[in-house]
């Protein structure tokens, strides 16, 4: 009989459940026991066969039911089949009681027989059931134990589980899992017990286990849920998959990995290269390919064979390690070729800095175990998108580049693209001398006098940089400081600028030549230093140089990229008695109401500015404006590049502080400019620091220098445009729309035919739904080897491939408002990429350059003083009058004028119309104040918005802006039109969104007497404004309040 069919009977496992389980896993089958181990299909086979036996031997098992039904059968077969043999004989009293005495004797007889052979049989059995059933239990290779649900406490553990976990037996019974720290995960434990709860069991589950000492193993977990004598338990069967799992990523390693140097192979880098192009794409990013071929390979090995060129190239593959970033994907391509893609956000200098450290691998010779060999390599670069667009194609054009690099010498690069190349080229020709001759002294300090307004007294010199390379001769600053600062250089290059300007100008002053002040040029780099501050004053100690005599010259766009930090660093520096000067000023972005809060010193006006001020009406009004604003701000100015005699006159006549030029003198070097001193100069009004604090002048005695040799060629000159753009409709640009429907062909012909089309506006029904940009247009839905234009996916329309609209601005939108609503696009959003509409129909494209332009006119006329809308004095200027004369001590009356309900007028009527009255209001102040003959002593001006401020003589502030009132009034029938002027009210959307009726434009008007209230301070006066204006807010239609006081 089958080994299954028994196994009921087992002691201890007598449950069925059990038995079906691990006949379903196959650990009770003549597979485990079999000499030879059988095919997976034969163990399937044998599996079913099995299943089938076991239940054919279940139904004809001798089942207690059935010995009894026979036990019944025999006995009543025997009593009927004696009983009726005995009524046969003689009925003889004594003979039939020794038959009936041999009748029982027999069928005890008989029945003891039964008995013996039944529980001979079932011993046996039961004795072989166990022996099968405990060595099927001990043979699995894969861990069984049953588990007690109430507790989890282990009942049974086979030797599979034995040898997989480390426990013995003894170490697990009556154990939970837990106080084993059998599982590694817990997470996955509560995740099994979640589906035994659920489903009663759970199949294939990857889990890891803990071994007893500590090893990690992962296997595939089976579970049922089976009652075990009378108790609720668990029975799990455990397959250990971690061999199976390293061999997969020994398979992973040799399909996607170079079995030498573990680096990624072809195959994976072309995938990785792939994900890089797809990112940046979106992103519109650049990526960079470098390829990097070794020179003399085949040499190499033909000397050291293939075990020493392996070791030759693991040595350099972790050398090339050191060299790429974080982001970056390094690949051996070939047996003597590498890749790397250069990853993440990329600017050009990266690539070079890259270069830089992959050449400078090989100026180091390869150590391996034959001894140390030098190798030399080739290096090319190609770059997404203007060199490729595909993967191919980039490593394609890298190793054409690589080869080009080999025709240039050893340990040479090229740039795919040639004009990258030349510039690359010149960067790293730059980049590679700057170190070297910074410590061979091929950087030396010029020094260009400053000069009072005179033009005779020398107030102070500039250290100017130079860089005199042998065999390249002088290298224009403008060529090497960029690269300095990009690749941190600028930071030693700073320090030892500020040191020998320090030193040079301390021996100077110890020699008895005048105290001058040295102005130093310091980077944004340098400044964002945290120890900054303590180089500056370890530097002055060094050298033993006066603080008074060092000023720090600082660009705006330095200030204004950090300004809280920098204002904290200038503050440190100013406590140290360090002058501070603003270079270049006007080039950058400052805001002129920010300067006010800086600690500095002196305003240096660009030479851009300067140079066309005898001509340029624009250039003139905007140095006399920044004139005229440093001295409101007790700020010293100076004019550079300063060459011509009409300059200096303007200058002079504009009473600018100090000249700096070559109409007076090119920068000198340290030698030529102390003989510049002995000769050509005597102190003049000399003041130390410690009397009084002003720089020391020195005046020349000889004539001052008119030697062409000294002079810049200042050009033509050139006009600007002048006039003045009010709305964002003005800077627009008509470009033919596409519509959603039309064909890939019809826009990559309008980009072919159009080389400065850069975008075009996908428009429906009149209204903006896309915008198909060029670049990606032609990088990423055009297909063909070298890039576009090759084949075209026809089964594409303009729906398919346009991006959404960056932004929308009607045409009635004012500069101001359009600049401010592009600052608060996203970072990512294209300018060129905003539509122009009118009431929300297409109207054309911004064009980027008229709107920059038209921005910097209105930011040009703001620096002369002027509000740009209504021509009024802006709030400088107000700022300016206003504390003159509260610094005269003399009374006056100032008036602060503002439009009642403006908001909702401009939301009924439209910006235009708003800039209509804000115009007539402004022009309506100037008449009346002619009118009254008070415009020799009175001032106005243009807050902002609708607010404007008006400053009279005591007591005539009142009747002037009752005329004003009257004036406005007069004009609120063309303000509103006629139909709402007969109504005196229109409807609008009030702050709340809800509609409102609101009545006809109105003035309110706070004066403010200082005859009657006398006020000593700004900020008091701005107090008591608030105040007023409020208290004329708060009355019906137009009003006057004075003092608080409603007149």
Not at 202 to 208: E, I, P, Y
Not at 348 to 354: G, N, P, S, Y
Not at 808 to 837: F, G, P, S, W
Not at 860 to 881: C, D, F, H, M, Y
Request: charged share 20%; glycine share 8%.
């Amino acid at each position: 009989m089958h080994a299954s069919t028994v196994l009921s009977w087992l002691c201890g496992w007598n449950n069925k459940a059990v038995v079906t389980y691990l006949l379903q896993f196959g650990y009770l089958n003549t597979c485990i026991v079999m000499p030879e181990k059988p095919s997976a299909h034969n163990c399937l086979e044998q599996q079913r066969n099995q299943m089938t036996d076991y239940a054919e031997s279940e139904k004809f098992a001798l089942s207690p039911a059935r010995i009894i039904t026979l036990y019944l059968v025999a006995g009543i077969t025997w009593i009927f089949a004696s009983d009726l043999l005995m009524f046969m004989l003689p009925h003889d009293l004594a003979s039939y009681r020794y038959i009936a005495i041999m009748k029982g004797c027999l069928f005890i007889l008989f029945t003891a027989s039964l008995l013996f052979f039944l529980i001979r049989y079932y011993s046996r059995e039961i004795k072989l059931s166990r022996n099968i059933f405990y060595k099927a239990f001990q043979a699995s290779p894969d861990s069984i134990n049953i588990n007690r649900l109430s507790d989890g406490a282990f009942l049974r553990v086979n030797a599979g589980f034995i040898r997989m976990s480390g426990y013995s037996e003894a170490e697990v019974l009556g154990r939970t899992p837990q106080q084993i720290n059998l599982w590694h995960v817990p997470d996955e434990r509560r995740e099994l017990a979640a589906l035994l709860k659920r489903h009663g069991w759970a199949d294939n589950r990857k889990v890891t286990f803990r071994t007893k000492d500590g090893t990690l193993i992962t296997g595939l977990l089976s579970a049922r849920l089976i009652g075990l004598n009378g108790d609720r338990c668990v029975i799990t069967i455990v397959r250990d998959i971690s061999e199976r799992l390293r061999a997969e990523e020994e398979i992973q390693q040799l399909a996607y990995y170079d079995s030498e140097t573990s680096l990624p192979n072809q195959s994976l880098f072309i995938d990785r290269l792939n994900q890089a192009i797809a990112l940046d794409s979106r992103e519109n990013r650049v990526t960079a390919i470098i390829y990097v071929g070794l020179s003399g390979f085949t040499s190499i090995v033909d000397v050291l064979g293939h075990g020493g060129s392996g070791a030759v190239v693991r040595a350099l593959a972790e050398r090339f390690k050191t060299s790429v970033r974080q982001s970056d994907t390094l690949a051996r391509i070939t047996r003597d070729e590498f890749a790397i893609v250069l990853g993440g956000t990329l600017v050009e200098a990266e690539i070079t800095v890259v270069l830089q450290k992959l050449q400078a691998l090989f100026d180091e010779p390869v150590k391996i175990e034959q001894g140390e060999l030098m190798i030399a390599a080739s290096i090319g670069v190609a770059c997404f998108p203007q060199d490729g667009l595909t993967a191919d194609i980039l490593l394609q054009n890298a190793h054409i580049a690589m080869n080009q690099a080999r025709d240039q010498g050893p340990n040479s690069f090229n740039f795919f693209s040639s004009a990258l190349n030349s510039k690359a080229r010149e960067r790293h020709r730059i980049e590679t001398n700057m170190s070297r001759g910074l410590e061979e002294g091929e950087f030396y300090l010029c020094y260009q006098p400053k000069f009072a307004i005179n033009g005779k007294d020398i107030t102070g010199m500039e250290a100017l940089l130079r860089w005199n390379r042998p065999g390249l001769g002088l290298i224009p600053p403008d060529q090497f400081i960029p690269v300095a600062e990009e690749n941190g250089m600028i930071m030693k290059l700073g320090e030892w600028v500020l040191r020998t300007a320090c030193r040079q100008n301390k021996e100077w002053h110890n020699a008895g030549l005048p105290l001058l002040q040295v102005s130093v040029n310091i980077s944004g780099r340098q400044l964002r230093d945290r120890g900054f501050v303590e180089f500056v004053k370890s530097v002055l100690g060094e050298t033993g140089l006066h603080p008074f005599y060092l000023d720090l010259e600082l660009t705006e766009s330095v200030i204004m990229d950090d300004p809280d930090n920098t204002v904290f660093k200038l503050l440190q520096l100013k406590e140290l008695g360090v002058s501070i000067s603003i270079d270049d000023f006007g080039t950058g972005y400052s805001s002129l109401s920010y300067l006010k809060h800086l600690p500095i010193d002196v305003i240096k006006i660009d030479r851009s500015f300067v140079m066309d001020i005898a001509s340029d009406p624009d250039d003139a009004a905007i140095v006399t404006a920044v004139i005229a604003m440093a001295q409101s701000l007790n700020l010293k100015v100076i004019a550079e590049g300063v060459e011509t005699n009409e300059q200096l006159v303007f200058l002079r006549e504009k009473k600018c502080d100090e000249l700096q030029g070559y109409y007076f003198s090119k920068p000198l070097e340290a030698e030529q400019f102390e003989k510049f001193l002995r000769d050509g100069a005597v102190p003049h009004g000399s003041v130390s620091p410690g009397r009084g604090g002003a720089r020391e002048n020195i005046r020349l005695n000889v004539a001052l220098s008119q030697d062409p040799g000294l002079m810049k060629n200042s050009g033509d000159d050139n006009s600007r445009e002048s006039m003045a753009i009010d709305y964002v409709g003005d800077v627009s640009t008509m470009i033919v729309p596409v519509f959603p429907g039309d064909n890939l062909n019809q826009v990559l012909k309008r980009f072919q035919t159009d080389k400065e089309l850069l975008v075009l506006p996908v428009v429906d029904n009149g209204i903006v739904v896309g915008i198909v940009n060029r670049s990606t247009f032609l990088e990423e839905h055009i297909i063909g080897q070298h890039g576009f234009g090759f084949h075209i996916n026809h089964s594409k329309k303009i729906r398919d491939l346009m991006t959404p609209v960056g932004a929308t601005i009607e045409a009635n939108t004012r500069i101001d408002d359009a600049a401010r609503t592009i600052q608060r696009l996203k970072v990512d959003t294209r300018i060129d990429n905003i539509c122009i509409t009118t009431n929300g129909v297409y109207a054309g494209i911004l064009d980027v350059n008229r709107f920059i332009s038209a921005v910097t006119e209105r930011n040009l006329t703001l620096a002369k003083g002027a509000n740009p809308l209504s021509g009024l004095p802006g709030n400088e200027s107000i700022q300016r009058v206003i504390n003159e004369n509260l610094s005269s001590g003399k009374p006056f009356d100032i008036a602060y004028i503002d439009i009642d309900n403006f908001k909702p007028y401009n939301d009924k009527y439209g910006f235009h119309k708003g800039d209509v009255v804000i115009k007539a209001l402004a022009e309506m102040i100037v008449l009346v104040v002619e009118r009254s003959g008070t415009q020799n002593s009175s001032f106005y001006g243009h807050i902002g918005g609708d607010d404007f401020i008006l400053i009279t003589n005591p007591n005539s502030a009142q009747g002037i802006v009752k005329e004003i009132i009257r004036e406005f009034e007069g004009h609120l029938a063309i303000f509103h039109g006629e139909s709402d002027y007969q109504a005196r009210c229109y409807t609008a959307v009030n702050r709340k969104g809800q509609e409102e009726t609101f009545g006809l434009l109105s003035l309110s008007i706070g004066i403010l007497s200082t005859l009657l209230m006398p006020i000593s301070s700004y900020a008091q006066l701005a107090s008591l404004a608030t105040e007023v204006k409020k208290a004329a807010k708060g009355q019906h239609g137009s009003s006057i309040v004075i003092n608080k006081r409603i007149k």
